[in-house]
């Protein structure tokens, strides 16, 4: 798969890969997105790219640098809190609204099958 954009599956997904770090995260923490039911052309742009590990603003170690930065970011000492960035927040919402606009308006899926009634 590609890391520069969306793969379009053969049932209506696509995937995408995107790094968090390109939203403010202080490291890169890959993200592999799935989308459904959405059309190619509604499918937003990302921040595209791949940054190896051990570069960037803080260089990943062997667990993409996420266990170390965890453990620092959230203490109390330091004020911070480990959240996804406003910035990737607001593109996966947007995402989520293209799915809403390109589903059609159906009945709920429930455990026991479309339409059907749970006791």
């Known amino acids: 798969m590609t890391r520069q954009g969306w793969t379009l599956g053969l049932y209506g997904g696509a995937v995408c890969y995107v790094e968090q770090g390109r939203y403010g995260l202080p490291v890169k923490k890959a993200t592999w997105l799935y989308a459904y039911g959405i059309d190619a052309a509604d499918l937003p742009q990302l921040r595209w790219g791949y940054t190896p590990d051990g570069e960037g603003e803080r260089p990943n170690g062997p667990w993409g640098g996420i266990d170390g930065w965890r453990d ?13 960035p406003p ?33």
């Open 72 to 84: 620092s970011w959230t203490t109390k000492e330091s004020g911070g809190t480990s959240r996804t």
């Open 87 to 119: 910035e990737f927040r607001d593109a996966l919402l947007e995402l989520a609204r293209a799915s809403r606009r390109s589903l059609p308006s159906a009945q709920p899926q429930t455990r026991l099958g479309r339409g059907a009634d749970v006791p």
